[in-house]
């Protein structure tokens, strides 16, 4: 198996993985995900939060199975190709709160780093704001990175916690079966469902887990990660991980036109806003969350998914973000930023420079 363990972190297996995203992102849209969100976790998991009743906004409930799949697939092939390894950190609460404030900024722009490449395929002007303010983002924490910023070592411990996060991940796919969408009904059994907006738009139920199973398959053996292609650029002028992030977009692109989905401009774009100037900021916000907490939201799912209980941490600490985010009026909606949004986006900067400033290891 030494032979065929390796090609996916090889050049053209990243590619590969890249080109696989893209394809099949823009054939979720495809089949019922909403339009340039074939894929985007930051929105699923907000729609997941929604789901379980953390927030009320009604247009985004729907227990995603993309991002069940990502974690189980991920822990699939860390099983097949032993490297589950269950492992903890350090400031689990710092890593919570980056996930927060990671959630909060990209739902001030409307979509993670995934979906901003997706938006861009798919003709939407506005992400070249969000990617702007995403490179922004990663590009100052690199410069806390090079200063001695470290959320301290990590450490092996023991199978079981390793499992909770795949395990939460399985206890939603149950749910989401025993209580499935009624007709007409905003309720079913114990979770909340969108009777119209973006989360009454999803492709069925096998195909999503299907594909989330095999990204998840794919993203851990290639480590494929939007936040470290960037990083990885900036910092080293590696392009290794970059190949994987251009690829996603060029082929997404390409299936947008083959089937029609293409339609370029700033206006009018599906759940997309034009408040040029918090684009960009939202996604400074959360390209700084990513990079202090090493890994764009896949890549914690990834993370999660082969063990790592720092990633756990994170990407819990997206889903209840999001219930802030909707809750508190933060998050954006076509018409605009909501109200207390621009306020939730500086204090969430405010929060980052903090963190970023304040752990720092000096050197003897």
Same mark, same amino acid.
């Given at each position: 198996?030494?032979?065929?363990?390796?090609?996916? /972190?090889?050049? %053209?297996?990243?590619?590969?993985?890249?080109?696989?995203?893209?394809?099949?992102?823009?054939?979720?849209?495809?089949?019922?995900?909403?339009?340039?969100?074939?894929?985007?976790?930051?929105?699923?998991?907000?729609?997941?939060?929604?789901?379980?009743?953390?927030?009320?906004?009604?247009?985004?409930?729907?227990?995603?199975?993309?991002?069940?799949?990502?974690?189980?697939?991920?822990?699939?092939?860390?099983?097949?190709?032993?490297?589950?390894?269950?492992?903890?950190?350090?400031?689990?609460?710092?890593?919570?709160?980056?996930?927060?404030?990671?959630?909060?900024?990209?739902?001030?722009?409307?979509?993670?780093?995934?979906? /901003?490449?997706?938006?861009?395929?798919?003709?939407?002007? @506005?992400?070249?704001?969000?990617?702007?303010?995403?490179?922004?983002?990663? %590009?100052?924490?690199?410069?806390?990175?090079?200063?001695?910023?470290?959320?301290?070592?990590?450490?092996?411990?023991?199978?079981?916690?390793? %499992?909770?996060?795949?395990?939460?991940?399985?206890?939603?796919?149950?749910?989401?079966? &025993?209580?499935?969408?009624?007709?007409?009904?905003?309720?079913?059994?114990?979770?909340?469902?969108?009777?119209?907006?973006?989360?009454?738009?999803?492709?069925?139920?096998?195909?999503?887990?299907?594909?989330?199973?095999?990204?998840?398959?794919?993203?851990?053996?290639?480590?494929?990660?939007? &936040?470290?292609?960037?990083?990885?650029?900036?910092?080293?002028?590696?392009?290794?991980?970059? &190949?994987?992030?251009?690829?996603?977009?060029?082929?997404?692109?390409?299936? @947008?036109?083959?089937?029609?989905?293409?339609?370029?401009?700033?206006?009018?774009?599906?759940?997309? +806003?034009?408040?040029?100037?918090?684009?960009?900021?939202?996604?400074?916000?959360?390209?700084?969350?990513?990079?202090?907490?090493?890994?764009?939201?896949?890549?914690?799912?990834?993370?999660?998914?082969?063990?790592?209980?720092?990633?756990? $941490?994170?990407?819990?600490?997206?889903?209840?973000?999001?219930?802030?985010?909707?809750?508190?009026?933060?998050?954006?909606?076509?018409?605009?930023?909501?109200? +207390?949004?621009?306020?939730? $986006?500086?204090?969430?900067?405010?929060?980052?420079?903090?963190?970023?400033?304040?752990?720092?290891?000096?050197?003897?």
């Amino acid at each position: 198996m030494g032979q065929f363990k390796n090609i996916f /972190a090889t050049k %053209w297996g990243i590619v590969g993985v890249g080109a696989f995203i893209g394809v099949f992102a823009a054939l979720l849209q495809k089949w019922g995900n909403p339009g340039n969100m074939g894929i985007c976790v930051a929105c699923f998991e907000r729609d997941i939060s929604g789901a379980l009743g953390l927030h009320r906004a009604a247009v985004v409930q729907y227990i995603r199975p993309e991002i069940i799949g990502f974690v189980l697939g991920s822990l699939i092939a860390a099983y097949i190709f032993r490297e589950f390894r269950p492992r903890v950190g350090s400031a689990p609460i710092v890593r919570f709160v980056l996930g927060a404030f990671a959630m909060i900024g990209a739902l001030v722009f409307l979509g993670c780093p995934w979906r /901003a490449l997706l938006r861009l395929a798919g003709g939407d002007g @506005n992400a070249i704001l969000g990617l702007a303010g995403l490179i922004f983002g990663i %590009w100052i924490g690199t410069l806390f990175l090079k200063g001695g910023y470290n959320l301290g070592r990590t450490e092996k411990t023991y199978t079981s916690v390793g %499992w909770l996060l795949p395990l939460i991940m399985l206890g939603f796919l149950v749910l989401r079966i &025993m209580f499935p969408p009624a007709e007409g009904q905003a309720q079913s059994g114990v979770l909340f469902y969108s009777l119209k907006g973006p989360g009454a738009m999803h492709a069925p139920l096998a195909i999503s887990l299907i594909i989330g199973l095999a990204i998840g398959f794919l993203a851990q053996r290639s480590r494929f990660c939007t &936040m470290g292609a960037l990083r990885d650029l900036i910092l080293f002028r590696q392009t290794h991980l970059f &190949m994987g992030f251009i690829t996603l977009v060029v082929l997404a692109f390409l299936t @947008n036109l083959i089937l029609k989905q293409f339609h370029p401009g700033f206006a009018n774009q599906p759940v997309a +806003h034009t408040m040029h100037v918090w684009n960009f900021g939202g996604m400074v916000l959360a390209g700084l969350a990513f990079a202090l907490a090493g890994g764009c939201p896949g890549r914690q799912l990834f993370l999660a998914g082969e063990g790592d209980g720092d990633a756990a $941490v994170f990407v819990l600490g997206m889903i209840v973000g999001a219930g802030f985010a909707h809750n508190f009026g933060l998050a954006s909606s076509p018409k605009g930023v909501g109200p +207390h949004g621009v306020a939730a $986006v500086i204090i969430g900067l405010l929060v980052c420079l903090f963190i970023g400033f304040t752990m720092r290891k000096k050197s003897a």
